[in-house]
């Protein structure tokens, strides 16, 4: 058998062969210790980053919660704000709603006593005089007046109330944003490893456009609840001021309305009164014209007796002249006879002043008697004219009982506040 051929090649030595192995196993050694603090660090790493994202995570809830607690009472406050925001509304629309009333209320009084003032100008000759109760109607008008224009202002105050809605709105759109941020929160916090919403998203880490500061978030609130707390204090003051202004009012337009009926009352009587004492005026002044109508007609009797009287002694007179010679003398008749004629004739001037006298007197009574009956009736017509003011004046009387008596008013709900279900 022949020797096979040798491999060509390089050969080692068995040294080298030994230090191979050596050399081998002396990697191996260093590798295995390599991969072993290799290992030591994973392990070391995994334990310090498992407990780091179970801390982070537990850490991160709890801020969750802490701001869900935040978030929350932030909101109740904002809903007791609203709440007292939608009081005060409710409160001054109605207390707008009686304003108005009390100023529709107005009209009908302002009516009346400018109709009765118009009444009263009906009067004619002296019964057109400027007495207490033409004083006192001018001042009920011009009382009148000027409360519209006090109750008017009110009602323009009164759009305070478009600031509370403006408000309201703000707070509820504050709250709308304070459920939509709970829910989110309450979602996050709800959410583990293991929940199917959860996935990678590009940058979650971006600062969003539009956020704001842990401080600028609690003063925004602050800021809306303040605002809002301000214009209900602001309201229910200027409430208080304008319903101790309009009560003043009503009372001094009820204390007017009583003191211009007790006027026109107390001018009635004086005209009633003065009615009655010229009707008795011009009985007596008709029974004194009846009196002197008789008298005179006696004095004219009296006149023509005394006349033919004086013809008689005229005649006796003149034919005794006719007697002839000596029998002509002036003797006891012939003077008795002369002054006949002349206590005659001073009986017919005297009589004949009397009558005329007597006459003239008696025109001054039917003229004078005329000129009462004129005002006679014009007082007639001017009681009448009374008569009426106070029938007119009537129904605020009505309308003043009728406002003392309790009504139930329906309250009309204008906040304009959207149905919201807060969340608890």
């Known amino acids: 058998?022949?020797?096979?051929?040798?491999?060509?090649?390089?050969?080692?030595?068995?040294?080298?062969?030994h230090g191979n192995n050596q050399q081998l196993s002396a990697a191996a050694e260093h590798e295995r210790h390599l991969s072993n603090e290799v290992r030591q660090e994973g392990r070391t790493l995994r334990s310090e980053t498992t407990i780091k994202t179970i801390w982070d995570e537990r850490q991160n809830g709890r801020r969750l919660s802490d701001r869900i607690w935040d978030v929350a009472r932030c909101k109740e406050t904002l809903e007791m704000c609203a709440q007292e925001v939608d009081k005060e509304m409710e409160a001054l629309t109605l207390f707008k709603e009686q304003v108005e009333q009390a100023l529709v209320a107005t009209v009908t009084p302002l009516e009346v006593s400018v109709e009765c003032l118009t009444l009263r100008d009906g009067r004619c000759g002296?019964?057109?005089?400027?007495?207490?109760?033409?004083?006192?109607?001018?001042?009920?008008?011009?009382?009148?007046?000027?409360?519209?224009?006090?109750?008017?202002?009110?009602?323009?105050?009164?759009?305070?109330l478009c600031v509370l809605q403006e408000l309201r709105h703000?707070?509820?759109?504050?709250?709308?944003?304070?459920?939509?941020?709970?829910?989110?929160?309450?979602?996050?916090?709800?959410?583990?490893v293991e929940s199917p919403l959860i996935s990678m998203k590009s940058d979650p880490a971006r600062i969003p456009?539009?956020?704001?500061?842990?401080?600028?978030?609690?003063?925004?609130?602050?800021?809306?609840?303040?605002?809002?707390?301000?214009?209900?204090?602001?309201?229910?003051?200027?409430?208080?001021?304008?319903?101790?202004?309009?009560?003043q009012l009503q009372n001094d337009l009820e204390n007017h309305r009583s003191a211009t009926e007790f006027a026109l009352r107390k001018r009635t009587h004086a005209e009633e009164q003065a009615h009655h004492e010229l009707e008795w005026q011009i009985k007596i002044t008709g029974d004194e014209i009846?009196?002197?109508?008789?008298d005179i007609r006696g004095l004219d009797q009296d006149l023509r007796g005394k006349t033919a009287s004086l013809k008689l002694a005229h005649t006796r007179l003149e034919s005794r002249t006719a007697r002839p010679g000596a029998d002509l003398c002036r003797d006891e008749v012939q003077r008795g006879l002369v002054d006949e004629v002349n206590q005659l004739q001073?009986?017919?001037?005297?009589?004949?002043?009397?009558?005329?006298?007597?006459?003239?007197?008696?025109?001054?009574?039917?003229?004078?008697?005329?000129?009462?009956?004129?005002?006679?009736?014009?007082?007639?017509?001017?009681?009448?004219?009374?008569?009426?003011?106070?029938?007119?004046?009537?129904?605020?009387?009505?309308?003043?009982?009728?406002?003392?008596?309790?009504?139930?008013?329906?309250?009309?709900?204008?906040?304009?506040?959207?149905?919201?279900?807060?969340?608890?």
């Open 346 to 424: 001073a009986t017919i001037k005297a009589l004949t002043d009397k009558l005329s006298e007597a006459q003239h007197s008696l025109q001054k009574l039917q003229l004078h008697r005329a000129r009462m009956s004129q005002d006679l009736s014009r007082k007639q017509e001017a009681l009448s004219l009374e008569q009426r003011t106070s029938a007119t004046r009537g129904c605020l009387a009505a309308a003043s009982s009728a406002r003392n008596r309790p009504a139930l008013v329906r309250l009309v709900n204008s906040s304009g506040r959207s149905n919201l279900k807060l969340l608890a």
């Open 126 to 160: 002296a019964e057109l005089v400027s007495d207490p109760v033409e004083e006192q109607l001018r001042r009920e008008v011009e009382l009148i007046q000027s409360s519209q224009q006090v109750l008017q202002q009110h009602v323009d105050k009164a759009l305070q």
């Open 170 to 192: 703000q707070l509820t759109m504050d709250l709308q944003n304070k459920m939509d941020a709970l829910q989110i929160d309450t979602t996050c916090l709800s959410l583990t």
């Open 290 to 294: 009846s009196d002197m109508e008789g």
């Open 209 to 247: 456009s539009g956020s704001v500061t842990p401080q600028q978030w609690a003063q925004f609130s602050q800021s809306n609840v303040a605002r809002a707390r301000e214009a209900v204090h602001a309201s229910r003051q200027m409430r208080e001021d304008m319903s101790l202004t309009r009560a």
């Open 1 to 17: 058998m022949s020797v096979p051929p040798a491999k060509p090649g390089l050969r080692l030595s068995v040294s080298h062969w």
